[in-house]
Nanobody
Framework: QVQLVESGGGLVQAGGSLRLSCAASGLTFTTYTMGWFRQAPGKEREFVAAIGWSDSTTLYADSVKGRYTISRDNAKNTVYLQMNSLKPEDTAVYYC?????????????WGQGTQVTVSS
């Protein structure tokens, strides 16, 4: 079955950086758009970033544009989210997801999430 396993979350001070990873298995990775979402306490899950199968197409939420970078390594079946200049409002559980078509909303598979906490 499809598995998406996130890693790299943790506690960081404001202004710091983290790099999240998501290892995928059970799907033909090179044919899927990969996305990152986040959910803060008491809030709905929101789109963060997406990358197309060929990694030439990317999309970012306005709130992270210029600070976050999504990338993928198709040889390793892994997608990354480099997060720089982190702010306390970036605190959330971050989820990796896979979509059969490029989208910011419609995803077929989800990981379990990794916690990111940014202290002020």
């Amino acid at each position: 079955q499809v598995q998406l396993v996130e890693s790299g979350g943790g506690l960081v001070q404001a202004g710091g950086s983290l790099r999240l990873s998501c290892a995928a298995s059970g799907l033909t990775f090179t044919t899927y758009t990969m996305g990152w979402f986040r959910q803060a306490p008491g809030k709905e899950r929101e789109f963060v970033a997406a990358i197309g199968w060929s990694d030439s197409t990317t999309l970012y939420a306005d709130s992270v544009k210029g600070r976050y970078t999504i990338s993928r390594d198709n040889a390793k079946n892994t997608v990354y989210l480099q997060m720089n200049s982190l702010k306390p409002e970036d605190t959330a559980v971050y989820y990796c997801a896979a979509a059969a078509r490029f989208s910011r909303t419609r995803y077929d598979y989800w990981g379990q999430g990794t916690q990111v906490t940014v202290s002020s």
